[in-house]
């Protein structure tokens, strides 16, 4: 009578409980009796027992309970499929999103988690500063051992966590809490429905809380080790989280592609690749102060206002509209798709196209409409670089069975052309041009995992391997080329040529 009482004049966050339960009867009720009251005054609460088509009796024993306590705000569902213990966790937090909670802890039904602690584990997202709160057992590390972690799980635990760390770039005291609080707000951004419905989605969860820049908050709790049944292969998912942690990592990197990483919205902003052998700082040494320069497939201008620092006039082609952009001499919003513009190309000392050919439909298309703009006495530089799908990266992984599109790299879900060294070749000789230097690329470490000294030994490294085998080891091709006039042209040029030539002789 009291909490009713003290619910009808409540007022603040909409916060949901959320239990997951599985074989649990013989603890569920304890659990639900450890919830403090202070929850139930501060909140507009909820509590959702989500039972994973448990063999026992716990959907009936939580049912009793609600039924014994009519007015507390519980419900409590049966999965008719067993969903696994993510799966299980991701219809409560689908849950939590469509009935507009502000935040959803998770907590077991097993009680190996202190519901004592839920006032404390919420607290930090109600100040707004953090998106996820994780109890942790190993802030305080003897005190895990005296809650009768067993000693394989204790160490199995610090080795883990310290090895995701590294390969994540965190500095967690633990990664396998099953403790939890999420805004559910940030936890809406999560592509949660793509994680595993094994016990390693609590991993995936937290590599995507740290993909998507949010906050994550520990505190200390208390750890208790009774006489519940564990359900987890100890082996299989320390190895489940170690492939997740990797895979993450290579997908960070651009050599893997992995659907429940690609956060929306992680959109990577154009980057110059500077200060190391990159396509652009060999574009950029290339071309002689002061020249007039077409750069298509120009993007925000970034490289356009290096090439004004040298003194060059740059014209722009791309097909994105352009607010004043002081880099252009002159911008000309076209698809490369479609090149129909009016352009004297030949007026130009250097036409520019890095990492361009690989995006458009026709490549042969557009390299005929650059040669038939430029007349036979004119010879404009020609530079372009593209990636190399021989890279021995994506070799591997074709070994392997894997062939992994992704958002950016070589194997980025924009590309409609792949080349080798071969097959650029072939393709620049086919359509007319001479090919007057080719190099290759190392991979963009620096740009990759920062502008450290690793990055810097792996670059060196691989200019390294690149002259053993640029085929093989360069992760782009850099050409320059020549190209030569087109017959149409080159017949004209001779007729009118030939008519200066034969009034000179007559006169």
Avoid at 71 to 81: A, E, T
Wanted: charged share 25%; aromatic share 12%.
């Amino acid at each position: 009578m009291q909490l009713e009482k003290k619910m009808a004049f409540k007022t603040g966050n909409r916060l949901l409980i959320f239990i997951v339960a599985y074989n649990a009867e013989q603890h569920i009720e304890k659990v639900l009796d450890r919830i403090p009251v202070e929850v139930f005054e501060r909140f507009d609460y909820e509590i959702l027992i989500i039972d994973d088509h448990s063999a026992d009796r716990t959907f009936e024993v939580a049912r009793k309970y609600h039924n014994a306590n009519p007015n507390l705000n519980l419900k409590v569902l049966f999965n008719p499929i067993n969903q696994g213990y993510g799966g299980n966790q991701k219809l409560g937090y689908r849950y939590a999103v469509k009935n507009d909670f502000d935040y959803v802890v998770l907590l077991h039904g097993d009680g190996q988690y202190a519901p004592e602690f839920l006032i404390k584990m919420v607290e930090p997202l109600e100040k707004g500063e953090y998106q996820a709160v994780f109890g942790s057992r190993m802030i305080n590390k003897k005190n895990a051992l005296k809650g009768g972690m067993p000693l394989y799980k204790f160490f199995g635990n610090i080795i883990l966590t310290k090895i995701q760390n590294f390969i994540l770039g965190a500095n967690l005291s633990e990664f396998h809490s099953g403790y939890r609080a999420y805004n559910v707000h940030a936890l809406s951004k999560l592509p949660i429905e793509r994680n595993s419905n094994d016990f390693h989605f609590d991993t995936q969860i937290i590599i995507q809380l740290l993909l998507g820049k949010m906050r994550i908050r520990e505190i200390p709790i208390p750890t208790f080790y009774g006489d519940e049944i564990c359900h987890v292969n100890g082996i299989k998912y320390a190895w489940n989280v170690l492939i997740a942690s990797i895979q993450s990592k290579f997908h960070q990197l651009n050599l893997f592609y992995k659907l429940e990483y690609d956060l929306p919205g992680d959109e990577s902003p154009y980057t110059l690749k500077l200060g190391f052998t990159s396509s652009h700082t060999m574009a950029l040494e290339a071309v002689p102060e002061g020249s007039k320069v077409l750069d298509m497939g120009a993007g925000p201008g970034h490289f356009a206002g290096l090439l004004k620092e040298k003194g060059c006039r740059v014209t722009g082609i791309d097909m994105y509209d352009q607010k004043e952009n002081f880099n252009f001499f002159r911008y000309i919003k076209g698809d490369l798709n479609n090149p129909e513009f009016d352009l004297k190309i030949g007026d130009y000392d250097v036409v520019m196209m890095l990492d361009v050919i690989e995006h458009v439909d026709d490549p042969e298309g557009l390299l005929d409409f650059i040669r038939s703009n430029i007349h036979p006495h004119q010879r404009p530089l020609v530079i372009m670089t593209t990636p190399n799908i021989a890279f021995f990266v994506i070799r591997l992984q074709l070994l392997f069975g894997n062939f992994n599109y992704g958002k950016k790299g070589i194997l980025d879900r924009t590309h409609k052309r792949l080349f080798t060294f071969r097959t650029l070749k072939r393709l620049c000789q086919q359509t007319g041009y001479i090919t007057q230097k080719t190099r290759g690329i190392p991979a963009p470490f620096p740009v990759a995992i920062g502008d450290n000294w690793l990055s810097r030994l792996l670059l060196w490294v691989n200019l390294l391997l690149i002259k053993l085998s640029k085929r093989l080891f360069s992760y782009q091709i850099y050409v320059e080329l020549e190209p030569t006039p087109v017959v149409e042209n080159m017949l004209d040029y001779s007729i009118s040529h030939s008519r200066e030539k034969a009034m000179e002789a007559s006169s």
